[in-house]
């Protein structure tokens, strides 16, 4: 598969090999979806909490009597039928919410996304990307420069400036090969590789 390499200027300036496997393999839309559902339902905390009748403040008494007042029973107010009463089957902090995806179909997923971004045109490479200083506005004009307003950056390994100069950036989004997850991939119109971040890619990938 060829993959275009674009130069500073955000110009095609030649073309790259890449491995078929990755980006040449067809779009799979129910598995790219399950991994995309996967990954946002693993990042939840479960951390909400409701009461059943046992935990609201109410009292034990009985509201009314049993009969003719031409009210249904009632036995509580902490009745679930009843403003202000528990919940019936209450939400718990202990619920788990994760999903769980075998590593063959999230990386044959991952490969989907990957090969799909390359037929529509919205992958490409570039030899190196990086700002001489971490300043907002020099990363900014870069990608300004290259035609790029809306971007998910993948490079090989950390590089300070790049972070902290993207992080006032709401549109860009920098990671490194191991961090890049389904959901970057489909949100952002452009994704941008670095030469070496591909390299990086194809290998743990394979």
Known sequence: M?????????QAASTLQASDALFAR????ALVHQIVVAYQANARSGNRKQKDREEVRHSTKKPFRQKGTGQARAGMTSSPLWRG????????????????VNRKMYRAGVAAILSQLAREDRLAI???????????????????????????????GFDE???????????????????ADPVSLVRFPKVLLTKSALAKFEEMMA
């Open 26 to 29: 067809d779009y799979n839309e």
């Open 126 to 156: 570039v030899e190196n990307f990086s700002v001489a200083a971490p300043k907002t506005k020099l990363l900014s004009e870069k990608l300004k420069a290259m035609g790029l307003e809306s971007v998910l950056l993948i490079t090989d």
């Open 161 to 179: 400036n790049l972070y902290l100069s993207s992080r006032n950036l709401p549109n860009v989004l920098v990671l490194e090969v191991n961090q």
């Open 85 to 100: 009463g528990g919940r019936i089957f209450p939400n718990s902090p202990e619920e788990n919410f994760s999903h769980k």
């Open 2 to 10: 060829e993959l275009k390499l674009i130069n500073e200027q955000g």
